[in-house]
């Protein structure tokens, strides 16, 4: 699991990556379950996710409604399958309208960057 913390603030939301091997909706289920461990994690406005499995894509908005579509144009664009992608994002208060997509865009961008990073290590 490789988790990438405060890589995202903006009018007071901060965000948070995460990811890891994922094959299923269940295994996605039992990723959550361990990443929420973390209070942290636990206590997030949104933990929004997208998977591209065998049997086909797999996503959760969790309340930020079209965020689990866009983690999942990202994967399919760079060809990333059995691997979930979380973008976790705390709200601070004030509503970021159509830049939440954006960010939830540079978030996927930089888990997939220390991901190719880690790999080449």
């Given at each position: 699991m490789l988790i990438l913390q405060n890589i995202i603030s903006d009018r007071g939301s901060r965000y948070a990556v995460s990811g890891g091997p994922c094959a299923s909706e269940a295994e996605a289920q039992a990723?959550?379950?361990?990443?929420?461990?973390?209070k942290k994690f636990a206590k997030a406005t949104h933990n929004t996710w997208g998977l591209l499995t065998d049997d086909g894509p797999v996503k959760n908005d969790d309340g930020e409604s079209g965020a689990g579509?866009?983690?999942?144009?990202?994967?399919?664009?760079?060809?990333?399958?059995?691997?979930?992608?979380?973008?976790?994002?705390?709200?601070?208060?004030?509503?970021?309208?159509?830049?939440?997509?954006?960010?939830?865009?540079?978030?996927?961008r930089i888990y997939l960057e220390a991901r190719a990073e880690e790999a080449g290590a």
């Open positions: 990723f959550l379950t361990k990443l929420k461990r973390n579509m866009v983690i999942l144009r990202m994967l399919e664009r760079e060809g990333v399958t059995g691997e979930i992608v979380v973008v976790t994002r705390w709200y601070g208060g004030k509503h970021l309208g159509g830049d939440r997509f954006r960010h939830v865009q540079e978030a996927v």
